[in-house]
Every structure is written in C-alpha cells, then in structure tokens.
C-alpha cells in the first residue's frame, strides 16, 4: 500500500482529496501547513507527497525542497488553484 500525504490549507481540497485516495486504497495522511507537513516528512516515509504551492510562513516549494532533501525518491506533485506560477 502507497502512503500518500495531502498538504493544503484548503480544508475542503485536503479533504476531498484524501477521501477519493482513501476510497482508492491508499494510506493518507493529511497536513494544513507546510510546517505540519515538514514535521511528518521527518518522522515518516511518504511514497507520495501531493502539496499546495501557495501557503502560509512554508510554502509547497520549501514542502518540496525539504522533502526530497529528507527522502529522494519521494514523489512530490504540487497542485494550485492560481492561474499563473512567477
């Protein structure tokens, strides 16, 4: 079984999220900030890391830099709901 973690800030995106991966099989955890996400990095081994580009104080790059940092071999997908990235 794939352990998936969702970071977003949305409550209604995190949450939809993890539901249709939990009704797919998968174990997720979930995390409302890039500081919550970074702390279950640390104490465990995602297979997937599914992360919010704009959030508050850590932001999905940050997510994502330490991430793979910590395990290289995570997959990190970055999702936004803006239309452009800078």
Known sequence: ??????VD?????RKST???LTHEG???EEQESGEDALRAIE??????VICD???????GIEVL?????AHPDT???MMTAYATVD
């Open 43 to 48: 104490k465990s081994l995602f297979d997937l």
């Open 18 to 20: 993890a539901k249709i």
């Open 26 to 28: 998968y174990e997720v």
């Open 9 to 13: 800030d949305d409550l209604n995106v």
């Open 1 to 6: 079984m794939s352990a998936i973690l969702v």
């Open 75 to 77: 997959i990190v997908l």
């Open 65 to 69: 830099r330490r991430s793979k940092e």
């Open 53 to 59: 580009l704009r959030m508050q104080a850590v932001d």
